[in-house]
């Protein structure tokens, strides 16, 4: 674990930074930053076309890459893959802006 302030390595059970005396954040980072949301929206990060697959993917705790993949070759394999995704670009609604984290 590294200090957000001075990047020093700290101990992962240390509530302070012994180099600047900075506090710690108590919530350990987790290499997944991805939760899954309660309402099905389509996010503005990660996304590569609209956010319809990341937003199935976030939504219901799937793979991302298998998501893409399956819905690439449903596109591929069916006419009407694509049909779908421009539907669901449509009827999904977009995420709201998230703040930035304020560090003190």
Known sequence: MFCS???KPI??????C???GATVNSAPFTANAYQPTPRLTRPRNP???AGVCSG?????GWDLNLVRVITALFIILTGVGALAYIAAW???????YALPIKST
Do not use: D, Q
Request: one cysteine or more; aromatic letters at 12%; proline letters at 7%.
């Open 90 to 96: 449509v009827i999904i609604p977009e995420a709201p």
């Open 47 to 49: 996304r590569m076309i």
């Open 56 to 60: 199935f993917a976030l939504h219901y």
């Open 18 to 20: 012994t180099a600047c």
């Open 11 to 16: 101990e992962s059970s240390s509530r302070f």
């Open 5 to 7: 302030h001075c990047g």
